[in-house]
């Protein structure tokens, strides 16, 4: 009697052990399947000259639901500079929807949310701006791989407010 107790011990600690495993490498999976559909990207953007500095860092990830439809986020940073004129930093994100009609084509919408802080020279006697510059973009592109080349248009354009100096906008995006 007491051999047939400790057996089925041993039978159930087995058992438990096996289901907590089991959970384990299902759980995983389904971690996995959702890394596999996540891709990363974005954009790095450099412009200098005649006492101009432009940096910006703009981070994204997307998660594709098929080979046609894929959603995501990014971030934006960028830092302007002009000596002697203005200091200014952008920050903020986005929210981007991603459509291939065809594997080569790829039609995008963009929303884009920013915060701008520029701080003039006091010589200038220009008031500094602190203020929020929405942007939604819809674009089209040739997409080969993980890069796509393309045109963007933000149907918010605000000549005064927004960053940009054209609502029409060129782009190359990477997700890797």
């Known amino acids: 009697m007491k051999t047939l107790l400790t057996i089925n011990k041993k ?33 790095i953007g450099l412009n ?14 997307i998660y594709e639901f098929d080979k046609t439809f894929a959603l995501g986020l990014g971030l934006n940073g ?23 009609i065809i594997n080569e084509i790829q039609l995008s919408a963009e929303f884009e949310q920013l915060h701008v802080n520029r701080r003039y ?18 674009g089209a592109g040739y997409r080969s791989g993980n890069v796509t080349f393309g045109v963007r248009y933000d149907i918010l354009f605000d000549d005064n407010k927004s960053i940009y100096i054209d609502p029409w906008a060129p782009f190359v995006r990477f997700y890797f």
């Open 48 to 61: 200098f000259g005649n006492d101009f500095f432009s940096g910006t860092l703009a981070p994204s990830a």
């Open 78 to 100: 960028t830092f302007d500079s002009q000596k002697r004129v203005y200091k200014s930093t952008i920050l903020g994100g986005s929210l981007i929807g991603l459509f291939n």
């Open 121 to 138: 020279n006091t010589n200038l006697n220009i008031p500094n701006d602190n203020y929020w510059s929405p942007a939604l973009f819809l």
């Open 11 to 43: 039978i159930a600690l087995i058992i438990l052990v096996f289901s907590f495993s089991l959970n384990h490498i299902i759980a995983q999976q389904k971690t996995n399947y959702f890394w596999n559909h996540v891709r990363f990207g974005g954009g």
